[in-house]
């Protein structure tokens, strides 16, 4: 499968606890990209890297978040001290970063607070 | 904040019927894209609008994007129910909008069979 993959697809943690999201995208795409998507609502922007760089942060993105893209292909997305209101479909996209391209999204990790 | 408005939010039909959703926005948009999204995936991008005024056709599904940029409409003829899911629309920065995206609340589509 070449697609972008997360993981993982769901995850219930107690609120205060710490969890890590991983995206792969699809190899040589250079741009990736994290949304949040709530119940009933289009997705979030939240923030995007090219390659290892971190481009843009949403303000959505509160100090308890914190995403990394080290070697510029992998991706991983930290909540620390959840809360409920963190609960959400966390969404993955990546693109080749160049004109006339589309941006493919991953299935999702579904997050639930408890 | 989500900066584009699409109606109706909620729409049930019959197989066979006929319907069109619709995006709006009071800036003008650079580009446009449509995604379907089904429960529990990703949204998959359906088609990308540029130009005032153009139209694309996929299959049985007729997009177009307003003149002034500003609004586009989604017109699906004889829905099937394989046609069920949430529809979005999304503005990007750029002509082809491959950085961020601002997408819209959604339309969601049920087609009873």
């Known amino acids: 499968d070449t697609g972008v993959s997360q993981n993982p697809r769901h995850k219930i943690t107690k609120r205060g606890q710490n969890v890590t999201f991983r995206c792969d995208p699809i190899?040589?795409?250079?741009?990736l990209y994290w949304y949040r998507q709530t119940l009933g609502q289009g997705p979030e922007f939240l923030t995007y890297f090219q390659n290892e760089a971190q481009l843009e942060k949403s303000r959505l993105l509160s100090d308890r978040f914190s995403a990394e893209r080290p070697k510029g292909s992998f991706s991983t997305l930290e909540i620390q001290r959840t809360e409920q209101g963190d609960s959400a479909m966390y969404l993955c996209a990546s693109s080749l970063g160049l004109s006339n391209t589309e941006a493919f999204f991953g299935q999702g990790t579904r997050l639930t607070v408890v | 904040t989500q900066l584009l408005e699409q109606s109706p939010q909620f729409l049930s039909i019959q197989e066979g019927e006929n319907l069109t959703v619709y995006c709006n926005s009071s800036?003008?948009?650079?580009?446009l894209q449509w995604y379907r999204q089904e429960p529990g995936e990703g949204p998959v991008l359906l088609v990308t609008?540029?130009?005032?005024?153009e139209v694309k056709k996929l299959k049985r599904l007729t997009f177009q994007f307003g003149d002034a940029r500003k609004d586009s409409s989604l017109h699906i003829t004889a829905a099937q129910p394989g046609d069920t899911g949430l529809y979005l629309c999304?503005?990007?920065?750029?002509?082809?909008?491959?950085?961020?995206?601002?997408f819209g609340t959604g339309t969601r589509l049920t087609i009873i069979p």
């Open positions: 800036s003008v948009f650079s580009s």
């Open positions: 190899s040589e795409h250079n741009r």
């Open positions: 609008v540029v130009t005032g005024g």
């Open positions: 999304a503005r990007g920065l750029s002509n082809f909008g491959n950085e961020k995206l601002t």
